[in-house]
């Protein structure tokens, strides 16, 4: 069973994806995995972390704060923290969680060649997975890997969504 999260940039994606989280965990379900809240300072958003949802390791994904790592739109990419936590934190999941959730599949994240090659195995395995996909990524994905539900998040279902979308998994328990 997989899932993709996808809609428009700051429509609600990670909060839906998190909310999901909560609703199968309250059901008996271990949930691994990554996600990648953003940092705000004075309102402004000024970098986004990297969280492994099993172990709590922290890291930066990426930063307005210039740094030697690519840069994709006004973010500067920690590819350290983005290889060693995101990889660990997935590889991890599929061993130990009934449910691997990915925040997000996007240009930041594919600028590794080691979190390319874990995404290209996480969606070829059977294993559980709910992923956060950015739009220009979901086309290119649902054509490769076959069986993919795609869940698109407008301002219209972001309010009840995330039971949609717990009860898609739920259907099929741990």
């Known amino acids: 069973m997989k899932a993709i999260i996808t809609g428009r940039p700051g429509i609600g994606k990670s909060t839906v994806l998190k909310e999901v989280i909560k609703i199968l965990e309250a059901n008996g379900w271990r949930v ?10 004075g309102g402004k958003r000024v970098a986004f972390e990297i969280v492994d949802l099993l172990s709590g390791e922290r890291g930066t994904l990426a930063s307005t704060e210039p740094s030697n790592g690519p840069v994709v739109g006004r973010y500067y990419v920690n590819m350290t923290d983005l ?15 009934d449910l691997t959730a990915i925040d997000e ?19 070829s395995s059977d294993k559980r997975i709910i992923a956060v996909v950015h739009t220009t990524l979901v086309r290119d994905i649902t054509l490769k890997f076959q069986g993919i539900k ?19 998994f739920l259907g099929g328990s741990p």
């Open 32 to 41: 691994g995995g990554v996600i990648c809240p953003e940092v705000r300072v």
């Open 83 to 97: 290889d060693r936590i995101s990889v660990n934190a997935i590889s991890r999941s599929l061993e130990e969680a």
């Open 105 to 123: 599949i996007g240009p930041m994240e594919m600028k590794s060649s080691k979190f390319r090659s874990i995404i290209t195995n996480v969606l």
């Open 150 to 168: 795609v869940f698109e998040i407008t301002e219209f279902n972001r309010n009840r969504i995330s039971g949609e979308i717990a009860k898609y």
